[in-house]
């Protein structure tokens, strides 16, 4: 569609991980990688991922720092006690900061603030990739990047679709799965 999307799957969602029978969906990356991963979100929800792309924690942290030395600009919703302390308010967060806003779960909301704060991270980095400045570390931060995650994305993929996804990344569709009122606690 020539549009960024980002759906997020709650890593507790029930379903059946083929060859393995039902479990958690994170329990999918652990049986059998991101191709295991692949054919349980195709197998559940009719999903067909063509490319992917692993970023552990740390890596997360450094890729951010190569895209964005500056930091990534970002409200946070509330003061956080995590192993960074994060106080409300908007602010530029650097890579281990940012990964532990997203990663922050020990409140009311647990999972679902987590990946309500994940979507938010997300779509700031998008928009933060719209600006023009950034575009001139792009080849060297992509190159960074590509070192630091596991894919089946092409280098040429990414320099075909560049500009693309740059122009799109500020209106990022988003959805999270279970999606609101689709479910209750046990169901």
């Given at each position: 569609?020539?549009?960024p999307?980002?759906?997020s ?10 060859g393995?029978g ?11 990688g ?5 054919q ?6 009719g999903?067909?991922?063509?490319y992917y ?5 740390q890596s997360?942290?450094?890729?951010i720092d ?10 946070a919703?509330?003061d956080m006690?995590t192993y960074?302390?994060?106080s409300q308010g908007?602010?530029k ?6 990964l532990?806003?997203a990663?922050f779960?020990?409140d009311?909301?647990?999972d679902?603030?987590r ?7 997300m779509t700031?980095?998008f928009?933060?990739?719209k ?5 001139f570390?792009l080849p ?12 089946n ?6 320099l075909?679709?560049?500009f ?6 500020s209106?990022?569709?988003r959805?999270?799965?279970?999606v ?8």
């Amino acid at each position: 569609s020539k549009k960024p999307k980002l759906i997020s799957f709650m890593r507790d969602t029930y379903v059946t991980i083929p060859g393995y029978g039902d479990n958690k969906i994170n329990a999918a990356y652990a049986f059998g990688g991101a191709d295991l991963l692949r054919q349980t979100l195709a197998e559940n929800f009719g999903l067909e991922t063509k490319y992917y792309a692993v970023v552990d924690f740390q890596s997360f942290a450094k890729v951010i720092d190569a895209l964005f030395p500056g930091g990534v600009e970002i409200d946070a919703e509330k003061d956080m006690s995590t192993y960074v302390p994060i106080s409300q308010g908007r602010q530029k967060m650097d890579g281990h900061t940012l990964l532990q806003y997203a990663r922050f779960r020990m409140d009311e909301e647990g999972d679902f603030g987590r990946v309500r704060r994940q979507q938010q991270v997300m779509t700031a980095i998008f928009s933060q990739l719209k600006n023009p400045m950034n575009w001139f570390r792009l080849p060297y931060a992509t190159g960074k990047t590509l070192g630091f995650t596991a894919t089946n994305l092409p280098a040429t993929f990414l320099l075909k679709n560049s500009f693309t996804i740059l122009k799109g990344a500020s209106d990022v569709e988003r959805l999270t799965v279970p999606v609101d009122q689709s479910w209750e606690y046990g169901e």
